[in-house]
């Protein structure tokens, strides 16, 4: 049987790559170690005036692993990473490798609520966070967890050029319980851990996504799947040393994870962290560092077009851009490039696909279903077999519309701990993604609805049932159906429809704040509306779809 067999858009639609692509390391360690080896006084990261090389990242690694050593992590321990966009996610990431530990990826955006959940449920027994997110958060969590080790850093830290060292004039937040990294890391420094056998099975990052019923599942993202997608990035999109990485996405989610990090670690070339998504300062980082490459999701580009001053010289040397995580409005990548010069591929995966699965080739235009006026999220990418399924189970043919079934080296084995999910998400090793859509003759993939209620806000996830869960520990709620209504900027954001216990008074507003101050902030909902009952069938099943409606 020949690859065109299985994947018979390949005969239609030839973007001029291979089909399949090898897995060149056993495991992400390796990858960084090549990297040493060929380019070790490389910048790899630039965070502001703060430059590190591919050298002192590896030092700077190896000292903080042996820390992490010392203080009692073991081989398989789970070690959570609190963190924004700076430096220190990078050496945590290696440093949790180097220990033979696996890495937990934490939203800076999770309250105590989530935070206390994702710590529980992978069963932590370290944790690596900033110091302001101790304090706000993690602090009154980690007594009612696993969590053996604290440490904390700042965000002042490696943003000059000077030694790190002058920066222990930086004011800290002492917090009480805590140990400080820069000072692990110097009372480690030139110590070498003993090299771990990291297998291309073994999980490297555990990525935390919802579920319509449920707490949240982490997926288990392997050694390999780690590898063979940052080859992906690399391999389509044609990158390499000369690069240079802008980092919009969040590193905790599989797009920044992927698409920033590992990316870097395996050309490697200097990826560019800002803390947090700020516009203007992206416009100028881009144009001061001369940033080749990016991915991220829509609104980053929306926020760009918008930001005052940003001129098509400042964005000229931006020439690979790619958007993934919420759907593109093809009109955005026509003002995009009307404006910048620049034109936005779409490209499309799930923390569970361990970032893309589907992508446009770097010098093709996407097409637009008529008919839902959907941009087309791409042709599979390297060694990955799509199939369009319907209710029935059965393969679809090309132009019918069913659910998306991804199989490849890029799909986890599972969830953490959790076999009947995995069972279910993954019959086979096959992932049912639940986003429905349908294959073109050429090849090509359109999204044009969801089987999961998923609310999509600016690529950032919101499952309904957890924001009704938070709501139903409001008092006066009775009934409580969540939905996600059209948003001009986020693309969607949510709405809470309620009924209330009798003689029970409350304010929309109180119950937005109500909510706020218990879930991240991309979360909560930004509209309640009181109804005096929720619309239902007959045998009492929610009618979100009238509910999605009516808010819209
Ligand atoms: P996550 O696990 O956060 O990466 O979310 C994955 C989900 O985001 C997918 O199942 C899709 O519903 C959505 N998604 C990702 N990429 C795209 C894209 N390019 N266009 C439309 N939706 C997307």
Request: hydrophobic fraction near 40%; proline fraction near 7%; aromatic fraction near 8%.
């Amino acid at each position: 049987m020949s690859v065109y067999d299985e994947r018979p858009w390949l005969a239609r639609y030839d973007p001029g790559q291979p089909a399949d692509i090898e897995v060149e390391h056993p495991n992400a360690l390796a990858m960084f170690a090549a990297a040493v080896r060929r380019s070790p006084d490389l910048t790899v990261i630039r965070y502001f005036d703060g430059r590190i090389t591919v050298r002192e990242l590896d030092e700077l690694s190896d000292a903080f692993a042996c820390a992490l050593l010392d203080r009692g992590m073991r081989r398989g321990d789970r070690i959570g990473l609190f963190l924004q966009n700076v430096p220190q996610f990078l050496i945590a990431l290696l440093a949790v490798w180097k220990a033979g530990c696996i890495a937990v990826a934490i939203n800076p955006m999770n309250k105590e609520r989530e935070l206390r959940l994702l710590l529980k449920d992978s069963g932590a027994r370290g944790l690596v966070c900033l110091e302001g997110l101790h304090e706000s958060v993690a602090r009154g969590v980690v007594a009612d967890t696993d969590v053996e080790l604290t440490i904390t850093t700042s965000e002042l830290e490696y943003q000059t050029r000077d030694d790190p060292r002058v920066l222990a004039a930086v004011q800290r937040l002492s917090c009480a319980g805590a140990e400080d990294m820069a000072a692990l890391i110097e009372s480690f420094r030139g110590k070498r851990p003993e090299q771990v056998e990291l297998a291309p099975e073994d999980v490297a990052v555990l990525t935390y996504t919802s579920g319509t019923t449920g707490p949240p599942k982490g997926a288990m993202n392997t050694h390999r799947n780690v590898v063979f997608n940052a080859q992906t990035y690399r391999d389509w999109i044609g990158l390499d040393s000369g690069d240079v990485i802008l980092g919009v996405a969040p590193l905790f989610h599989i797009t920044g994870l992927i698409g920033h990090v590992a990316l870097a670690l395996l050309l490697p070339a200097p990826l560019v962290l800002t803390y947090r998504f700020e516009p203007s300062l992206t416009v100028d980082a881009i144009r001061d560092e001369q940033a080749s490459f990016t991915v991220g999701s829509i609104t980053v580009f929306i926020a760009l077009m918008n930001a005052p001053d940003a001129t098509r010289a400042d964005l000229a040397s931006l020439r690979k851009i790619y958007s993934g995580g919420a759907p593109i409005p093809p009109s955005t990548t026509r003002a995009f490039r009307d404006q910048f010069g620049q034109y936005i591929h779409n490209i499309y995966g799930l923390t569970e696909t361990t970032s893309p699965s589907h992508g446009v080739p770097l010098h093709a235009t996407a097409p637009v279903d008529e008919t839902s006026g959907a941009l087309s999220v791409g042709v599979p990418l390297y060694n990955t077999v799509v199939r369009i399924v319907g209710d029935d189970g059965e393969d679809l043919p090309p132009g019918e519309i069913g659910e998306v079934v991804t199989a490849g080296p890029q799909v986890v084995p599972g969830y953490w701990r959790k076999p009947e999910e995995t069972a279910s998400a993954m019959p086979g090793g096959a992932l049912r993604t639940g986003d429905v859509g349908y294959m073109d003759d050429d090849g090509w993939f359109y999204l044009v609805d969801r089987k999961k209620d998923q609310i999509n806000a600016a690529g950032y996830k919101v499952w309904p049932r957890e924001v009704e869960d938070v709501l139903y520990e409001h008092g006066a709620i009775r009934e409580a159906a969540v939905v996600g209504i059209p948003d001009p900027y986020r693309g969607e954001t949510v709405k809470a429809f309620v009924s209330l216990r009798q003689g029970q008074q409350v304010e929309p507003g109180e119950l937005v704040e109500f909510c706020r101050q218990r879930m991240a902030a991309y979360k909560y909902p930004r509209e309640v509306e009181i109804l005096d009952e929720l619309p239902k069938t007959v045998t009492g099943k929610l009618l979100r779809r009238e509910l999605r409606a009516r808010g819209a």
